[in-house]
């Protein structure tokens, strides 16, 4: 499956101010396998995937057996590359142009890779506001700093979750400021909602 998404074609000229940020293949293929077969989140379930840039995630779903997905994504080219990718791999997947505020209805599973927060302060909490409200179970992810400040949000709101994977994220060279070709981000991936497994 990862083979299957490195062939994703990836926004050619990421904008800073959405912290577009790709997850890798071999990441996104961990995370979705452990939605999946792990959890039981992903085949037959409907999937709406937040802020799904280039469509990585939410054609993954798909790729599982997920029932139904949609992808939402603010930036038009973004979701044009999104709707090739879809295209090319011949799998069905409801693209929405639209902040992730337009999107109405219910889901069983929320897949996202937010914004980090780093760039416009707490847009990571605006995310998670959203997907709570539309999924039964979230799957996000985070720089491992912010741990602490996301545990505490979600237990003021009595959400249980729990730590699901913990590594490192390869992020390219891709803004001006960034100095090096490649280094890594400590992120993990909530998981947010459902039956709980060990409370983290």
């Known amino acids: 499956m990862a083979i299957r998404l490195q062939s994703i074609t990836q926004h050619p000229k990421p904008k800073l101010e959405f912290?577009?940020?790709?997850?890798?293949?071999?990441?996104?293929?961990?995370m979705l396998f452990h939605a999946c077969y792990v959890r039981g989140d992903i085949e037959e379930k409907s999937v709406v995937d937040l802020g799904t840039g280039t469509g990585r995630l939410a054609l993954g779903a798909k790729m599982l057996g997920a029932s139904c997905v949609v992808g939402i994504e603010v930036d038009s080219e973004s979701l044009r590359i999104a709707i090739s990718n879809g295209k090319r791999l011949r799998l069905q997947v409801e693209w929405v142009l639209g902040d992730i505020y337009s999107l109405r209805g219910a889901f069983d599973t929320v897949l996202m890779n937010p914004p980090f927060?780093?760039?416009v302060p707490h847009s990571d909490i605006k995310f998670l506001e959203v997907a709570v409200e539309l999924g039964k179970v979230t799957y996000t992810i985070h720089k491992s700093s912010t741990h602490q400040y996301i545990s505490r949000w979600l237990?003021?709101?009595?959400?249980?979750?729990?730590?699901v994977m913990s590594t490192g994220m390869e992020i390219a060279h891709q803004f001006p400021f960034h100095k090096k070709r490649r280094h890594f981000v400590d992120v993990e991936v909530l998981r947010i909602g459902g039956t709980m497994g060990n409370h983290t």
């Open 19 to 30: 912290e577009q940020y790709t997850v890798p293949s071999d990441f996104a293929a961990e």
């Open 155 to 163: 237990k003021e709101r009595n959400l249980g979750f729990e730590t």
């Open 117 to 119: 927060g780093t760039r």
